[in-house]
């Protein structure tokens, strides 16, 4: 399998708050190419525009965010808060795993503050075991099965908590207080959300919520900026740590004992 790293999470903005900066690092460092995928267009992410409207805005926004690093931007079009973990949704993602063919998959955490979010992250992990099955899904016509099981990880959920509220730490942060500029460059292509919360809250809570957020990471590793993940390390999935090998990520142990 290529070079390719492919993150997959339920809405448009999704990798612009979680994993973007490591995507950029990954494509500028490493020569890696990214594609950058949403579950839905974000067809409820607006309150003035049909879902029609708003969703072509924002196929069109995630677009522009991923050519900022050279990548390529994919819409699953599924719906808003009707994303379910069946047949159809399970064959689209494989189908992108097959066309796309990444060695480092990205996706939610299983436990997140939305069930949109958790569902993706179940389809995802589904998705990267059996996409090099050659029997699942024999008939939809995918590209060839991959050779192997990529590299599976977690972002962060959002604000870092799970639905009850606990703390979810991260096995490892990546730094990327050298690419935060790019990431909210990305973030703020998604203009139509952005607009939309900064008339709603009277200040740029948007791009705020992700540096903050970046910031808080970084601290717990001593650096600006990090993103915090978790890698999927059930049987039949890769065991070595290839994130960590490529971006000289903090070990597990660093998280823990500055927390
Ligand atoms: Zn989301």
Not at 1 to 16: K, Q
Not at 25 to 47: F, N, P, Q, V, Y
Not at 131 to 139: E, K, Q, V
């Amino acid at each position: 399998m290529d070079n390719v790293a492919l993150s997959v999470l339920a809405h448009p903005d999704d990798a612009e708050f979680l994993c973007a900066g490591t995507v950029i690092r990954l494509a500028r460092e490493h020569g890696w190419l990214a594609h950058i995928a949403s579950m839905t267009a974000g067809d409820c992410g607006s309150a003035d525009r049909l879902p029609e409207d708003i969703s072509k805005i924002r196929r069109s926004e995630g677009a522009t965010a991923a050519a900022l690093v050279g990548g390529v931007y994919h819409c699953l079009e599924e719906r808003d808060l009707l994303l379910f973990y069946n047949e159809r949704a399970l064959e689209k993602v494989t189908r992108l795993l097959r066309a796309v063919r990444p060695r480092i998959v990205l996706t939610h955490s299983p436990a997140d503050y939305m069930l949109d979010h958790e569902v993706t992250s179940s389809l995802v992990r589904a998705a990267v075991f059996a996409a090099p099955a050659p029997n699942f899904l024999r008939d939809c016509q995918h590209g060839p099965p991959l050779e192997h099981v990529p590299h599976l990880y977690y972002c962060d959920p959002i604000e870092g908590k799970d639905a009850l509220g606990r703390d979810v730490t991260p096995d490892f942060c990546v730094d990327i207080s050298g690419v935060i500029q790019t990431k909210k460059a990305m973030l703020a292509s998604h203009a139509s959300q952005r607009e939309w919360l900064l008339k709603h809250h009277g200040i740029d809570h948007y791009i705020l919520a992700m540096r903050d957020w970046g910031a808080r990471r970084g601290q717990a590793i001593g650096v600006n900026y990090a993103e915090g993940f978790r890698q999927h390390l059930g049987h039949g999935y890769p065991q070595d740590n290839l994130l960590q090998t490529l971006l000289g990520a903090s070990q597990k142990s660093k998280v823990k004992s500055q927390k």
